[in-house]
């Protein structure tokens, strides 16, 4: 049974920093495409951005430049690193494992 459990959510001002981390257990986490989604209230889940097994990364324009996905194999873990936040930033998110499994959210709010 694949489980992930996020973390690092919470309620920052304009322009700050968050990092997100996924943790992921009963899977060969390296073998796996991992990825971060968003959903805002009112709105369809979005992908944020992935990560291959061999670390190519890809991301949503609204994030570029601002947001960085990694990971860490041995840990098993995935992080998303979110600077220059904007309230537009403001959803829960989701990590995702691409065998078709999801995390349970954390919330992320943005605003002074």
């Known amino acids: 049974q694949v489980q992930l459990v996020e973390s690092g959510g919470g309620l920052v001002q304009p322009g700050g920093s968050l990092r997100l981390s996924c943790v992921v257990s009963?899977?060969?986490?390296?073998?796996?495409?991992m990825g971060w989604y968003r959903q805002a209230p009112g709105k369809q889940r979005e992908l944020v951005a992935h990560i291959t097994s061999d670390s190519r990364t890809n991301y949503a324009d609204s994030v570029k430049g601002r947001f960085t996905i990694s990971r860490d194999n041995a840990k098993s873990t995935v992080y998303l690193q979110m600077n220059s936040l904007k309230p537009e930033d403001t959803a829960i998110y989701f990590c995702?494992?691409?065998?078709?499994?999801w995390g349970q959210g954390t919330q992320v709010t943005v605003s002074s």
């Open positions: 009963g899977s060969i986490f390296s073998n796996y495409i």
């Open positions: 995702y494992h691409f065998s078709g499994h």
